[in-house]
């Protein structure tokens, strides 16, 4: 199964950088994953090929005019025809970035109008500073989808009747303001694309990281410990902060790393985990502990930091 993407922006050379090292250029190269951009311009019909215009009402700047941005999506419909996604992957102006130059995904579901969208498989979304916030929840909820189209706004934003008729959900990477959209959609494109199966080596490594899936539940009858009465979770399950990671050498510039890590006391070495990443937590993101799932041995390292409870 192939998960694509499609890109709406005035600068898709934008993106040849950014998808193309890493795990990001594996999945594309090994067909998991297939990203086309589609450049604004080529659905104007004036000869400046115009995408933006005035605001309404006086202020600031231009905003991106809704003709470009509808036509656009609408070329990406008719979709459950299929003749017309091999016709669409042939277009001049989709850049296909697909670099074991296999043809398109003749499965490719085209994008519905907003109203008969099917959610659970395509998403329409216009990055926006005035978006809901990206998180980890939002990249895994992507992560299912079988297509997601991404618009990229410029100036000062985009006409809201994109908003209103076109995407399904307006998306924010954090409480900045960017000049453009496209960095934002390659965030969000980078933060699903390494949760699809199959994409990182080892499967555990993002469901162990930061802002991971619980693997406590309060209450849990066994506290969230193992047999051995040791955390079960170590790492950012729970949606809280990763532990401190160390490599080679031991000692760096005067520094060792701490001593339980090389001690070979597996159970130890969970526990300071554990510690560390609910440290780490209450050091950088307090605001994760009053939603995460902590056990009462949690709950007493936290208090032991100075953690206070509501
Ligand atoms: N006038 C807008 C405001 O105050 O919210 C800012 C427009 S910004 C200069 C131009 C474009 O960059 C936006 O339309 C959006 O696509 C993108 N953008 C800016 N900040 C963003 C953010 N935090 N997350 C996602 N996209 C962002």
Known sequence: MTMRFDILTIFPNFFSSPLDYGILSRAIATGMVQVATHDLRDFTHDRHRTVDDRPFGGGEGMVLKPQPI??????????SNPSNTIELCNEQHINQIDKSGTECNKSITGIAPKFTRDLTRQSVILLSAQ????????ARRLATLDRVVLICGRYEGVDERVSDLLADQELSIGDYVLSGG???????????????????????????????????????????KTA???PRSTHGAGGILDYPHYTRPADFRGTSIPEVLAAGDHASIRRWRRQMALAKTLRNRPDLLAHAPLTPE????????????L
Do not use: N
Request: glycine share 12%; with cysteine.
């Open 70 to 79: 509808f036509e656009c999506i609408e070329s990406l419909g008719a979709a």
């Open 131 to 138: 978006g809901k916030p990206f998180t980890q929840a939002t």
């Open 228 to 230: 051995d009465g040791v």
């Open 182 to 224: 496209e960095l934002a959609a390659a965030v969000v494109i980078d933060a699903v694309v390494r949760l699809l199966p199959g994409v990182l080596g080892h499967e555990d490594s993002s469901r162990y990281e930061s802002f991971g899936i619980a693997d406590i539940q309060p209450g849990d009858p066994a506290d969230g």
């Open 298 to 309: 949690d709950r007493e390292v936290l208090a032991s930091l100075g953690h206070k409870f």
